[in-house]
T-cell receptor, first 113, second 113 residues
Framework: KAGVTQTPRYLIKTRGQQVTLSCSPI?????VSWYQQTPGQGLQFLFE???????NKGNFPGRFSGRQFSNSRSEMNVSTLELGDSALYLC????????????FGPGTRLTVL | AQTVTQSQPEMSVQEAETVTLSCTYD???????LFWYKQPPSRQMILVIR????KQQNATENRFSVNFQKAAKSFSLKISDSQLGDAAMYFC??????????WGAGTKLIIKP
């Protein structure tokens, strides 16, 4: 099976712009989670989707949003970018349940100038 | 609030020797899951091993094993016969009832040839 794929791998944006990141889960996986990784804050949970519904959301401002499509692919959007949004954004997929292991994609490195 | 603590920012070990990485956690839930992930310089987060809290038996995966002490809320990772390819950041994580992984700060493992 192909692993989790994320596009693009690298992005450079300027403050105030918006960005959309994409994640394709492993075939058969219906849950997609997003995490932000920064040197200062470490790994932080953004949100989790299952069957096109957001099941949980982390403590991030409303500028961070996401969605999941019927084929389980997911996108996350960050509007009005700030310098502090520079981070590695990781997507993970799992079959469905909380007990299932999450498998990660290679990440998207976002740099905000 | 649930927390995961890794008290060793960096560890080093001679190739072929054994090293133990520490992790403690705090949760009020009785049903949870614990994971060790590694993140090499390539940044891809890779599952090393997982442990179900309801299982008393410690999980093992080839050269990797855990020492799960539920009462002490401790979940350490032992790597036997360390190899150069084991060099990476190692993260301990707790899956809570909200489908999110709560992460430790990570331990950088250095393998000396």
């Amino acid at each position: 099976k192909a692993g989790v794929t994320q596009t693009p791998r690298y992005l450079i944006k300027t403050r105030g712009q918006q960005v959309t990141l994409s994640c394709s889960p492993i075939s058969g996986h219906r849950s997609v989670s997003w995490y932000q990784q920064t040197p200062g804050q470490g790994l932080q949970f953004l949100f989790e989707y299952f069957s096109e519904t957001q099941r949980n959301k982390g403590n991030f401002p409303g500028r961070f949003s996401g969605r999941q499509f019927s084929n389980s692919r997911s996108e996350m959007n960050v509007s009005t970018l700030e310098l502090g949004d520079s981070a590695l954004y990781l997507c993970a997929s799992s079959v469905a349940a909380r007990a299932d292991t999450q498998y990660f994609g290679p990440g998207t490195r976002l740099t905000v100038l | 609030a649930q927390t995961v603590t890794q008290s060793q920012p960096e560890m080093s070990v001679q190739e072929a020797e054994t090293v133990t990485l520490s992790c403690t956690y705090d949760t009020s839930e009785s049903d949870y899951y614990l994971f060790w992930y590694k993140q090499p310089p390539s940044r891809q987060m890779i599952l090393v091993i997982r442990q179900e809290a309801y299982k008393q038996q410690n999980a093992t995966e080839n050269r990797f094993s855990v020492n799960f002490q539920k009462a002490a809320k401790s979940f350490s990772l032992k790597i036997s016969d360390s190899q150069l390819g084991d060099a990476a950041m190692y993260f301990c994580a707790l899956m809570d009832s909200n489908y999110q992984l709560i992460w430790g700060a990570g331990t950088k493992l250095i393998i000396k040839p």
